[in-house]
């Protein structure tokens, strides 16, 4: 039972401080290193997969051209050559994307972007 206090005790100390209390500081902080842009990872991967890389991040879906499939899945992002997969559409619905981020689709021609699912 000894143990089991010196687990809890610095547990209850967090109860103290006022960003674990039921406000949004944090996640409002963690959305934004999540939506920080990287003009380094822009210039080595290219616009496409950066935005890609971003995008799904902070959970939106993108489509590329000639595929009908949404990418959802960061950790499955196509292979190959940089500038073969281009985006073609963004549904950012429930995303924790930020304007802080939109350096990454400055330089893609997206020819649709979807606020809702249909």
């Known amino acids: ?4 206090g010196k687990f809890t005790q610095p547990l209850q ?3 103290k401080f006022p960003c674990f209390c039921g406000n949004r500081h944090f996640w409002g902080w963690l959305n934004a290193v999540f939506n ?7 210039k080595a991967v290219g616009p496409d997969r950066a935005a ?3 995008l799904l991040r ?7 051209h000639g595929q ?4 959802k899945d960061y950790n499955n992002l196509p292979t190959g050559p940089l500038n073969k997969y281009k985006i073609k559409a963004i549904d950012a619905t429930d995303s924790c994307i930020m304007n802080i981020g939109f350096d990454y689709l400055e330089t893609l021609s997206i020819c649709c972007y979807k606020t809702f699912r249909e």
């Not at 009908?68 to 990418?71: A, D, I, M, T």
């Open 36 to 42: 920080k842009v990287d003009h380094e990872r822009i």
């Open 68 to 71: 009908e499939k949404w990418q």
């Open 13 to 15: 100390s967090l109860k």
């Open 1 to 4: 039972m000894m143990l089991l």
């Open 52 to 54: 890609s890389e971003w």
């Open 58 to 64: 902070c959970g939106a879906l993108v489509q590329y």
